[in-house]
């Protein structure tokens, strides 16, 4: 039941013999070109730049990111960005110059006097903010894309909501699932390997949304433990209009946790990090298993249900491991 590991992740190593290539993701629904030919058109003409033509001079031509101080130039006029600065290995991407450490201090002046739109309007965010006030909301904007939840590589793809189930599913053929009930049965043949293992990524759908199960084994401190948890794919505040529960148990006993599913927005690794879940400790999980104890076979099953009322608990804190004895 071990998914391998994928690596999603792909890196950019420029060098003096290679252009420059964008990296361009496919979360975005309107692409941007980086281009001068209506600054130089308006230079020529003696006509005042436009807002775009200005946002576009600050566009970086190795990354499309908006540039922000220092803002380093060529003997040639030609800018970019000071992290891109280091990849090309100090040399201009456009003319091959070697840069040197010449700042375009005309272009930083112009960045204090305007006002732009997040980043993230083509996917819906209406904001618009001083220059230097983008950054700031672009950590936090509602609209910025999610990290995939996959947990079992270190998966750099990021998208909405519909392109990383769809990612999930295609990619690393996550199992799918409709309702807000689940029963899963989870078998090792040998359950002492349990040191930083992720098993298990289910996703489910209820209620119009998604939503990722998480079941693995990890160390904690020097004990052994499993442990599943919730997540909600989207943001914290519709994740608190939803409860779970998860029960696992055997030979007259239970384990039963109740609590708020956290947002895909907090990472796999700072929910399972905070506890936050039904954890068992490896000598009653292999209680619950049976038989001679040398192979784990767990059964957890759950539901997820919808708040009516809100109670403007905060979410992720609210949850209880309740041993029943019965």
Known sequence: MDFDSMDCASTIDVTDDEEIHQDRHSYASVSKHHSTNNSNTNA???????????????????????????IHQCHNGHTLCSTCKIRVHNRCPTCRQELGDIRCLALEKVAESLELPCKYMSLGC????????????????????????????????MGDIPFLVAHLRDDHKVDMHSGCTFNHRYVKSNPREVENATWMLTVFHCFGEY????????????????MAFLRFMGDETEARNYNYSLEVGGYGRKLIWEGTPRSVRDSHRKVRDSHDGLIIQRNMALFFSGGDRKELK???TGRIWKEQQQNGEAGGGGGACIPNLS
């Open 298 to 300: 767990l059964r957890v």
């Open 126 to 157: 209406p904001e618009i903010f001083p220059y230097y006030s983008k950054l700031k909301h672009e950590t936090v904007c509602d609209f910025r894309p999610y990290n995939c939840p996959y947990a079992g590589s270190e998966c750099s793809v």
């Open 211 to 226: 939503f990722c199960l998480h079941f693995e084994a990890f160390q904690l401190g020097m004990a052994p433990v499993y």
């Open 44 to 70: 020529a003409s003696g006509l005042l730049p436009t807002t775009t033509s200005v946002h576009e001079l600050l566009e970086c031509p190795v990354c499309t990111n908006s540039m922000y101080p220092p």
